[in-house]
């Protein structure tokens, strides 16, 4: 062959080496054909508030697998909460990683009784009952993250897998826990408002998994980029975030929702359904 062939098929294969996915084999089959609860089984009147006990268990008691985030607190306490600041959840212009986790259990999620939970206690509460879809905040401290909540989860006696939208993150687990299912959360480049031009269309483009090598890829509901689409083809598991329509389940593996009570399980084969 000659040197300009060789070239060609270089070019050819860089695409599938840069987005090619991890394998999942049976790891993936816990989490295939569910619909998850986006931050636990909350309500749009924030009467049972996201992240929170009330909301995980209301959705383990109906047989949902869920979706939830972790990050830490000043005092290095694994605690869910989803936004960086605690503005819109409890009415406070701090960062969640600026107060103690005493600090953080004082506060009301969205004037409920209800507080912001340890993932410990997390853990505790669901207890093995449904798959956890676990998403890892991206911050200063990753690292540390990361240990704690891999600790955390090798003493947990249920299926779990992590997602992250930082690749750093899931690559992390790739080379410290290959034992589980790692996702890359993704959505389209325009939506990475925070970051630098460049940045937003690898993350976008999920042109980074040969870092992480995830098993699945959750991308918002939406179009996806022919990158996602090859990735899929590839292999990894199709994840859509976040739905309010049981007709996202279509060309999904698994689903995350919120606001409306899909069945727990879909797909061809009647009994995958309860």
């Not at 790891?27 to 924030?46: E, M, Q, V, W, Y």
């Amino acid at each position: 062959m000659k040197k300009s062939g060789f070239v060609a098929l270089g070019l050819l294969a860089l695409p599938i080496w840069l987005l090619a996915p991890g394998r999942g084999g049976k790891k993936n089959d816990p989490f295939r054909g569910r619909n998850f609860a986006h931050r636990g089984l909350h309500t749009p009147d924030k009467q049972i508030p996201e992240n929170s006990l009330a909301a995980f268990g209301r959705a383990a008691d109906a047989g949902y697998g869920m979706e939830l985030d972790v990050q830490l607190s000043r005092d290095g306490q694994v605690v869910v909460f989803h936004d960086d600041d605690l503005l819109r959840v409890c009415g406070r212009e701090e960062r969640v990683d600026e107060l103690t986790w005493p600090e953080l259990h004082a506060l009301s999620l969205c004037g409920t009784d209800e507080r912001i939970p340890l993932f410990s206690r997390m853990l505790e509460l669901v207890n093995g009952r449904t798959p956890l879809i676990v998403e890892l905040k991206s911050g200063k401290r990753n690292r540390e993250l990361c240990r704690k909540t891999l600790a955390l989860l090798r003493e947990y006696r249920g299926e779990v897998c992590i997602e992250s939208f930082d690749p750093r993150i899931v690559a992390w687990f790739r080379f410290h826990a290959p034992e589980l299912l790692r996702g890359q959360l993704a959505q389209p480049p325009e939506l990475y408002k925070n970051q630098p031009l460049p940045a937003r269309y690898f993350l976008g483009y999920t042109l980074l998994n040969f870092l992480s090598r995830p098993q699945f890829i959750a991308y918002k509901i939406g179009p996806r980029p022919f990158t996602v689409r090859l990735a899929e083809k590839l292999g990894a598991m199709r994840v859509g975030w976040t739905s309010h329509d049981p007709a996202n389940e279509a060309g999904r593996d698994a689903v995350i929702f919120e606001f409306y009570r899909p069945d727990t399980h879909f797909g061809s084969d009647p009994h995958d359904h309860r």
